[in-house]
């Protein structure tokens, strides 16, 4: 005897079936992916050391750096937000950290002092450099360029992708609205670090590749740069990781930290409008210069120092002075 089930039934049975095997499948790999974080927080060592700090005025020429006191008159206030990365974490001078690499970069370039600030911390994820960013203006007026690494901690901690660039983009939109100079060091590729096994690092990559772009299109929408960290430096931690990677496997080494610095700088520089393949020449301030009055705001002062020079013509003389700050 031949049982005809009707066609509906057929499509129900055949439904209920695929979703079972999709359910175990899913939990299967779940369960997976777990399992090998579980695994991963185990091979990767906490960040417990103190990363180097140096906060304070970089003069041309080199030489020690300057602890900073109110009045010192400084070309440029540079303040470095973000994680591990952008506190230089794994170096072990702070001749070697990205802030004091990007801000001797810009006192060769403009042949002024520099100061330099770090809010960043270890382990901060894009709520936690909204809440440095929070606490900067309390403490005192925002900086003149403002430099952010982060990304990886939103990837670690689950942090959804478009909750993590619209909080970027408010804080980038804060200091832009401020008059600083926003450059943004996006998410860096976490499917670098072979530590990480297969396919957790494969969903690794593809999670930090999605929020590069989203934190890429974040940052322009709110007035700042972004600065593709994974695109520029994702094949040389693959190809060299010995000189990349510091000690633990994870974090940038020296080299990688250098190379950020480069790429940042040279998109700090485009935005100030200063040459950045070659030091600004050191031009004197004329005996003459006027002197600023209080009706002349930080950001006019910048904006005139920083105005960008017509193409083919030199700056001028006045461009390079430096101003003191409260």
């Not at 709520?127 to 925002?142: C, E, L, R, S, Y």
């Not at 689950?158 to 609205?177: D, E, F, M, P």
């Not at 930290?257 to 031009?283: F, M, N, Q, R, T």
């Amino acid at each position: 005897v031949t049982i005809r089930v009707p066609r509906r039934s057929t499509i129900a049975l055949a439904t209920a079936g695929a979703l079972a095997s999709t359910g175990t499948a899913y939990l299967g790999a779940r369960n997976l992916l777990v399992g090998q974080a579980a695994h991963t927080r185990t091979v990767i060592p906490k960040a417990w050391d103190i990363p180097p700090r140096a906060d304070g005025v970089y003069s041309p020429g080199g030489g020690p750096v300057q602890r900073w006191q109110r009045g010192m008159p400084v070309a440029v206030h540079l303040m470095i937000f973000g994680d591990s990365t952008a506190t230089g974490y794994g170096c072990t001078s702070a001749e070697e950290v990205p802030g004091v690499l990007i801000a001797r970069g810009l006192a060769e370039r403009t042949g002024n002092p520099v100061r330099l600030s770090t809010k960043a911390i270890v382990g901060a994820t894009s709520k936690g450099v909204a809440g440095q960013v929070d606490a900067m203006f309390v403490a005192g007026p925002p900086p003149d360029v403002a430099v952010m690494m982060l990304g990886a901690n939103d990837v670690t901690a689950l942090n959804g992708i478009s909750q993590s660039a619209q909080r970027l983009a408010l804080t980038v939109r804060k200091l832009r609205s401020r008059g600083a100079v926003v450059v943004v060091g996006t998410c860096p590729d976490l499917g670098v670090v072979s530590a990480i096994p297969q396919p957790l690092r494969s969903l690794a990559h593809a999670r930090t590749t999605q929020l590069a772009r989203a934190q890429t299109a974040a940052v322009r929408g709110a007035g700042g740069v972004p600065v593709p960290m994974a695109q520029l430096l994702a094949p040389r931690f693959r190809t060299q990781r010995e000189q990349m990677f510091s000690a633990d496997g994870f974090h940038p080494s020296p080299t990688a930290y250098a190379l950020a610095a480069e790429a940042l700088l040279v998109a700090v520089c485009d935005a100030l409008g200063i040459p950045a393949a070659s030091p600004a020449p050191d031009v004197p301030v004329p005996a003459g210069a006027p002197v600023l009055g209080p009706a002349h705001t930080r950001l006019s002062t910048m904006s005139r120092l920083w105005r960008r020079p017509a193409p083919g013509s030199a700056p001028a003389p006045s461009a390079w002075a430096p101003v003191t700050t409260d």
